[in-house]
RNA sequence: GGGCGAUUAGCUCAGUGGGAGAGCGCUGCCUUCACACGGCAGAGGUCACUGGUUCGAUCCCAGUAUCGCCCACCA
């Protein structure tokens, strides 16, 4: 099926509205971060933008956060009412939102600023109003008594996916269940909540269960009360093999339990209170005995269990106890353990609406980056259940729904007398503030707009509904309620649907599914086309950062420590497609330096352009200049496909690479002679394309960026014109330069392998000496002759191009880097033990390589099966091992040339004979390694043993000279042997040894 | 119980059916006129384990182990 039409005039995204519960954490610093680059992108793109920034009223969040602070003052919220309450959460909503909202601002977030919105405020709430009125009217709301998830300390309703599971170990306790009519005949039921048994009202056996049969539909008398429970029988609910395959059902308290109850007709027992207290008039009801009544009375839940322990083992009840590892459901706001709880709530049916978001996502209308979270999306959708959406709270879109008084004046209850766990505070909770006390037979007046008169009686008694909405039902409708949403603004025909939606994995179910079903179902439309989902910010242990371990990174210090660029750019870099990240601080710091880089380059660039460029581009650019833009063009080609495709990690890697790795390190230092000397030839040009790079680069960069950019773009003349309002780089065709970038390559690799060498040889970077170079390709060598002056420049150093590696001077270390041979002179008394030890185990590396690269070439099934390609390009790689043709291949497969390219071949040059004698004497001494030295790799096993070999196998190094294998002849005297080798190397083409001289000679010759 | 993901350098992480990568950290040299928050050059890895597919596996498949996440009403 054909994508809903892509609005590529406009790009819209809303922010996920940070709550208004205190200050910006890590994870909103990454979330606006990824946002903001995408916006500026696009912006710069020219495409109309839109950022619709904005905060979330955070219901019990929000709420607990005040009540905490009226704690501090002695009140709690029924204190100061429901009006002052609310009034007090309004001005710490409006200082919490200001200091968000200004927190995003320094984050750098390019907001439209002037469309903040509020999930309260008067556009959304009528919103919420009419969307409410609609699903209602539609059967798509609707009230009910039903078990929820109960927080006994916030004192509301949950949502299911609002209750955070805990793996705890339990206890399984086997407690023996007397039959009413025989005392000694029993069933032994196991219960992980012994507590609850008290609101026991069946126990339930599988009706094919043989031990069992003879029992179903006998009484039970319930221990510790003075009830008769029946037996039933249920297939659903009991699973045979689990404890003793009797299950006790307490529908008032245990969601499956609830469900077995509705099937057999079994009225609950609600025995807990609204604050998860054993409830005196419960305990009443469910004919507890009066003396355990008198000791659980208002005693909360978990004080409960011991008690009722005790009392079944003083009993002889309690027949066993064995662990199990059972899941304990948490609030989600403040991690108190939650309860099953029975009243009145109203509920979304879900399952309609589901349906087409199952759809959207299926037929990739909707397309959920990456894309493994789209099972999770589906998943869930289709085991949807009703979302309860009533909350007893305060702080929130208060219900439009009405109750006449008179009405429904058999529906309302007084505490005292409910029953319904609600006894514990009577005379201290105000009736009708919690909507427990509205049965789910009253008839609500749901209304658009307050309801003053009693459609029914046309009475004016009329009461509002006292809860509030679930704090997810406003964000759901934020796409487009944000956009003006009932009426059909331009806004909203503009930008919706929003083109990208930017979340953590946290919020998948809460937010961004409920966005899809209410989207689809109010506007017709799907809310956006991508979801991006980002990861969640870690410490650097791994863990989820919160305020009560200590390892929160607070991003709006390490802003000001690091620089907001700084912390962006890690944000960015970190995001790569997982599902979590850790943030170790290094990382931050990392970044700053490259933020400095930047700083200084533009202020070299500043001291020797001053901003202005040539009128026109040069005719003919310098090769640095050819090479730096055809590099440039890379670079925006793979930064901008990164971003494509939400990759920020590899767009900031790009970025980096680039601008330190390849601009910074190689551009500028070759731009220097040019800039540096006077009247150079290409002073001209080079001016004209480092500014012109440069500021390429700042408009490349400014989207992760944007502060850096934004000084630097004033610093230099733009007449005040903002870096926002440029255009983001795209290619030029004309820069891309091939020819250019690997002649480059060459320069790295001789410049790189010649520093390597000055570095083996301790030679001083600044110490000017004279190079030789030769390659044995030709085209290379022609592209060598053109090079000579830049590797001169950079390396300071003569430069002598050769036919040959005959260079015309007697000690010569000689690197080879692919085709590529260079030779630097060596002072005559270096010692040179430590070099040759790095150089043999280069070659030994190299030689492992090209033997198994061999032995492949030579296989009949690789020449048989391989592809061609494969084929020749590992046989190019083998002479290129040996022979050194590697470097187009090279290019091929990285930007980097310095290091991995240059291989030390061989140590040439006839040594002195004092050397030889040295050397000699030491290894009869046997006071110098020659183990360590020793090489198989030089070995020639086709030598011939004369009189008593001294060092076999041996590789002795003596300044220069390489000696194989030394000999203590029959008479005592000594004799060296130098041969060249024949050995796999010879194969491969190389020239390992290059002595070929009389030894004995030499050595005599002192 | 189900599902998903991870396991690659000391650390944090990319990556690919055919030569193992980055950043930080580490070692050595260098205060050279953009930058010591710097430059240059290095060291460092059985790509968790075991099988399988393949001419060839770090990559694909199966299994194991460890860790993590999500979902779930076995009392």
């Not at 500043?606 to 090479?627: C, N, V, Y």
């Amino acid at each position: 099926q054909p994508r809903q039409t892509e609005k590529s005039e406009s790009y819209c995204i809303v922010i996920p509205p940070p709550n208004v519960t205190g200050s910006l954490h890590i994870g909103h610093a990454l979330n606006n971060t990824l946002q903001d680059i995408l916006i500026r992108w696009k912006r710069m793109q020219g495409i109309q933008t839109l950022w619709i920034p904005g905060t979330d009223h955070a219901g019990i969040a929000t709420q607990n956060v005040v009540e905490r602070q009226l704690k501090e003052e002695g009140l709690s919220r029924e204190d100061l009412g429901r009006q002052a309450f609310i009034e007090r959460v309004w001005k710490w909503r409006q200082q919490s939102g200001d200091t968000i909202i200004g927190q995003l601002k320094q984050l750098g977030a390019s907001c439209d600023w002037d469309r903040l919105r509020f999930t309260m405020d008067e556009g959304l709430s009528l919103a919420v109003r009419k969307v409410f009125v609609q699903l209602f009217d539609e059967g798509l709301i609707y009230r009910g008594e039903r078990l929820i998830n109960w927080c006994p300390r916030c004192l509301t309703a949950l949502s299911d996916i609002e209750v955070e599971h805990e793996d705890i170990k339990g206890t399984l306790y086997y407690i023996r269940y007397n039959l009413a009519e025989d005392p000694e005949a029993f069933l032994t039921v196991a219960t992980t909540r012994p507590e609850t048994l008290l609101g026991d009202t069946a126990v339930a056996v599988h009706p094919e269960d043989p031990r069992y049969q003879h029992f179903i539909g006998k009484q039970i008398k319930l221990p510790l009360t003075t009830r008769t429970i029946p037996i039933i029988a249920d297939p659903i609910l009991v699973d045979r093999e689990f404890g003793t395959g009797a299950v006790k059902i307490t529908p008032a308290h245990d969601f499956n339990d609830f469900e077995a109850g509705e099937r057999h007709g079994l009225k609950p027992l609600t025995i807990l209170d609204f604050k998860a207290r054993m409830d005196p008039l419960g305990l009443k009801h469910a004919m507890v005995n009066q003396a355990l009544l008198n000791t659980l009375s208002l005693k909360a839940v978990q004080d409960a269990r011991p008690i009722v322990i005790e009392t079944l083992k003083e009993q002889d009840l309690l027949l066993k106890e064995e662990d199990h590892p059972m899941a304990l459901g948490k609030c989600y706001r403040c991690k108190t353990v939650v309860e099953p709880y029975l009243s009145p709530q109203w509920f979304v049916k879900t399952g309609p609406l589901a349906i087409p978001a199952i759809e959207a996502v299926e037929t990739g209308n909707i397309r959920i980056i990456p894309e493994g979270w789209k099972n999770n999306y589906l998943g869930w959708m289709r085991n949807i259940k009703d979302w309860c959406i009533s909350r007893q709270i305060w702080w929130g879109h208060q219900i439009p729904a009405w109750y006449c008084r008179t009405c429904n004046k058999d529906y309302l209850l007084e505490p005292s007398s409910t029953g319904k766990g609600m006894s514990g505070d009577q005379g201290k909770t105000p009736s009708l503030t919690m909507s427990c006390f509205i049965t789910s037979d009253a008839k609500p007046i749901v209304s658009k707009t307050d309801a003053t008169v009693c459609p029914q009686c046309g009475g004016s008694d009329l009461f509002q509904d006292p809860d509030v909405l679930d704090t997810w039902f406003s964000s759901a409708l934020w796409p487009f309620s944000t956009l003006g949403w009932p009426e059909q603004t331009q806004d909203f025909k503009t930008f919706y649907p929003n083109a990208t939606l930017v979340t953590g994995l946290d919020i998948l179910f809460f937010w961004v599914a409920r966005m899809v079903m209410m989207g689809i179902k109010l506007t017709g439309q799907i809310p956006f086309r991508d979801v991006y989902i980002h990861a969640l910010v870690r410490d650097a242990e791994g863990q989820k950062m919160s305020k009560s371990k200590g390892n929160v990174i607070d991003p709006l210090t390490k802003m000001s420590q690091y620089g907001t660029d700084a912390l962006r750019f890690t944000m960015a870099s970190m995001a790569s497609p997982g599902r979590d990240m850790k943030l170790a601080e290094e990382r931050i710091e990392g970044y700053r330096n490259f933020v400095t880089k930047i700083w200084n380059a533009a202020r070299f660039i500043q001291l020797h352009t001053h901003g202005i460029k040539t009128s026109a581009p040069p005719e003919s650019r310098p090769f640095p200049d050819q090479w730096i833009l055809s590099r440039l063009n890379h670079a925006i080609r793979e930064v901008t496909q990164a971003l494509e495709n939400y990759r920020f990690d590899q767009a900031t890697s790009h970025l980096y690479q680039f601008i330190w790795h390849e601009y910074c390190d190689w551009y500028i230092e070759l731009a220097k002679p040019s800039l540096q000397q006077d009247k150079h030839p290409d002073g001209a040009a080079t001016r004209h394309t480092l500014l012109e790079s440069f500021e390429i680069i700042q408009r490349l960069l400014h989207p992760v960026m944007p502060f850096i950019t934004e000084e630097i773009w004033q610093s230099f003349p733009h007449e005040g014109q903002s870096i926002m309002t440029q255009r983001f780089p795209t290619e030029r065709r004309e820069w891309t330069n091939a020819q250019a970038e690997q002649d480059f390559s060459l320069l790295q690799a001789f410049v790189s392998t010649t520093r390597t060498g000055r570095a083996l040889l301790n030679i001083p970077a600044n110490q000017p000496l004279t190079i030789f170079g030769t390659t044995t390709n030709d085209d290379e060598a022609a592209s060598l002759n053109n090079l000579q002056p830049y590797i001169e420049s950079i390396l300071r150093s003569t430069l002598t191009l050769a036919q040959t590696t005959d260079w015309p001077s007697d000690r010569i270390l000689q690197l080879v880097a692919g085709n590529l041979t260079i030779g630097i002179p060596v002072e005559p008394d270096l010692e040179l033990n430590q070099v040759v030890k790095k150089v043999k185990k280069q070659i030994e590396s190299k030689h492992k390589e090209c033997s198994r690269l061999q032995d492949r070439v030579a296989s009949p099934s690789f020449r048989e099966k391989a592809e061609s390609a494969v084929i020749q390009e590992s046989e190019d790689r083998v002479i290129s091992l040996g022979a050194g043709t590697s470097l187009a291949h090279k290019q091929r497969t990285t930007t980097r040339h310095h290091v991995d390219l240059m291989s030390v071949k061989t140590i040439v040059a006839p040594p002195p004979p004092s050397h030889i004698r040295k050397i000699v004497q030491a290894a009869l001494e046997e006071d110098i390694g020659l183990g360590d030295l020793t090489s198989n790799v030089l070995f020639s096993p086709g030598m011939s043993a004369q009189g008593q070999i001294v060092a076999k196998e041996a590789m002795v190094v003596a300044g220069l000279a390489v000696a194989q294998e030394v000999f203590r002849q029959i008479d005592g005297s000594l004799q060296l042997k130098f041969h060249q080798s024949d050995g796999a190397w010879v194969k491969a083409n190389t020239q390992l040894l290059t002595i070929t001289g009389n030894a004995q000679s030499l050595l005599q010759g002192e």
